[in-house]
């Protein structure tokens, strides 16, 4: 069973920042693509950006790219998500996921494991 443990949500005011973390094993972290994804009220699952292990590749929701960067630090085996610009429509549960390769997969459904969920809330 992968373990993935985020961390990092919280309130945000509009144009405001917050860094997303996801702790994962050193197996999981070398060898997985990984991903984030969020969910609002109301709303279905949409995927917010990933990595790929084999060469580091990103990928971004068109409602992210260029406020939001993902990124891998090597030494804590974690993935982190940058949130910058924050708006009100970034609000919801925002999931840490382990793809079932080493690149980031087009479907949500070839992500084989769920971290918990961390609320992300922009509001002033």
């Known amino acids: 069973q992968v373990q993935l443990v985020e961390s990092g949500g919280g309130l945000a005011q509009p144009g405001g920042s917050l860094r997303l973390s996801c702790a994962v094993s050193?197996?999981?972290?070398?060898?997985?693509?990984i991903g984030w994804f969020r969910q609002a009220p109301g709303k279905e699952r949409e995927g917010v950006s990933c990595?790929?292990?084999?060469?580091?590749?990103?990928y971004y929701s068109d409602d992210v790219k260029g406020r939001f960067t993902i990124s891998r630090d090597n030494a804590n085996n974690t993935v982190y998500l940058q949130m910058n610009s924050l708006k009100p429509e970034d609000t919801a549960v925002y999931y840490c996921a382990v793809a079932r390769n080493y690149y980031c997969p087009g479907s949500a459904s070839d992500f084989a494991s769920w971290g918990q969920g961390t609320q992300v809330t922009v509001s002033s």
């Open positions: 050193k197996f999981t972290f070398d060898y997985y693509g």
């Open positions: 990595i790929s292990r084999i060469d580091g590749s990103t």
